[in-house]
């Protein structure tokens, strides 16, 4: 009955020891992720804003005189 106890205990202590280390592992990823996100979100702002400022009246056409046709 001892060495059951202690099998399952030492099952428990290491499922818990490694969700522990996965979770700082994945962690450190979700981190990166969150800090790259920001970082796209500032350069799409400044996009938008470049994207603003240069819409404004284009220049209007040239104007072409020309003779109009006669009719006979």
């Given amino acids: 009955m ?3 106890l202690i099998f399952i205990i030492g099952i428990t202590i290491g499922i818990v020891i ?6 700082l592992f994945a962690s450190n990823g ?4 969150h800090a ?3 970082e796209l979100k500032i350069q799409n ?3 938008k804003e470049e994207l603003e400022k240069s819409s ?6 040239k ?6 046709p006669t009719r006979k």
Avoid at 18 to 23: D, N
Avoid at 63 to 68: A, G, L, M, S
């Fill in 36 to 38: 790259e996100i920001k």
């Fill in 30 to 33: 979700i981190t990166d992720l």
């Fill in 45 to 47: 702002d400044i996009l």
């Fill in 18 to 23: 490694g969700v522990i280390t996965i979770s």
């Fill in 63 to 68: 104007k072409r005189y020309r003779k109009q």
């Fill in 56 to 61: 404004g009246k284009p220049t209007p056409r």
């Fill in 2 to 4: 001892s060495s059951e």
